[in-house]
């Protein structure tokens, strides 16, 4: 069982940023320390042969191939209806 103690919890808390009461620390000292008996307890268990599920719900990719869409006018009969126009931008007075 990973037993932490005092020092730890306390080193955890500062990483963390976090103020801990002493009460807090006694508590979290038990907590953890539970936490981490769990996770050895599950570091034990034989995988050998087991597959890795990357995905539950059994969808497949959905993306969508990529299309151009024409919408109309281009670019260059757009910009020939601006009234002052410096290269490919619109030109404003300025704002400030």
Known sequence: MADLNKDDIL???RLSRLKLSDAEV???QK??????SYV????????KGLKPTYQVTGLTNI???DAVVDYGP???ELLRNLPVREKNYIKVRKML
């Not at 907590?31 to 981490?36: F, G, K, P």
């Not at 050895?40 to 995988?47: A, C, F, G, I, P």
């Open 11 to 13: 080193k955890l808390a």
């Open 74 to 76: 281009s670019q260059e």
């Open 26 to 28: 006694k508590d979290f």
């Open 63 to 65: 993306t969508r191939t």
């Open 40 to 47: 050895e307890m599950l570091d034990k268990v034989d995988t």
């Open 31 to 36: 907590e953890i320390s539970e936490i981490l």
